[in-house]
């Protein structure tokens, strides 16, 4: 009898396995934390101008948030490429290095950069919720959306980028 039991519960649990992903030509839906974890590789790889997959996931506000992304790409990038702005832990942007910008300059940068996290804002929440967190447990879920969009900026960034840490320290890759 425990052998039977045994073999029920492993088909109950590799069905529920297979449930969690749904594939069609052109998309591939997983859910849950893994989803996250795809959606911020591709995202990122795309942003970055790397060969990515389709992302598995869109809704009104990632859709909002990847176009912001995307289009600020060209002005964030020789930013991040000469040290005025780095990374933070948590999958933003911030000013690095200001240098001796003016201060009409650094008003600039300064509105680049608060709409760069707002949209990051945006496409984190977004992202949760497309993958199925809400309620009481999407607090829990966006911070781990940040973090794995905060991996995925980092690990794909090139040599010389700068990321701030928790306790505020920099380092560069």
Not at 6 to 35: I, N, S
Not at 46 to 61: H, I, K, R, T
Not at 108 to 122: G, H, P, S
């Amino acid at each position: 009898m425990r052998r039977g039991t045994a073999l029920l519960v492993a088909a109950v649990v590799a069905l529920a396995g297979l449930t969690a992903c749904e594939t069609t030509p052109d998309r591939v839906f997983t859910y849950g934390a893994r989803g996250v974890e795809i959606q911020a590789e591709r995202f990122v790889a795309e942003v970055y101008g790397l060969p990515s997959d389709p992302l598995p996931y869109d809704n009104a506000d990632i859709y909002y948030a990847v176009g912001g992304i995307k289009s600020r790409w060209p002005s964030l990038k020789p930013l991040l490429d000469d040290g005025s702005v780095g990374l933070t832990e948590d999958g933003d942007v911030v000013i690095h290095d200001a240098g001796k910008r003016d201060a009409d300059d650094l008003r600039k940068l300064r509105t680049l950069i608060k709409a760069e996290n707002r949209d990051r804002f945006f496409l984190y929440r977004g992202m949760t919720a497309a993958a199925g967190w809400t309620g009481e447990e999407s607090g829990r879920m966006i911070e781990y959306t940040e973090d794995a969009f905060a991996k995925e900026w980092w690990k794909q960034a090139p040599k010389g980028w700068w990321m701030q840490d928790q306790q505020g320290r920099w380092q560069q890759k």
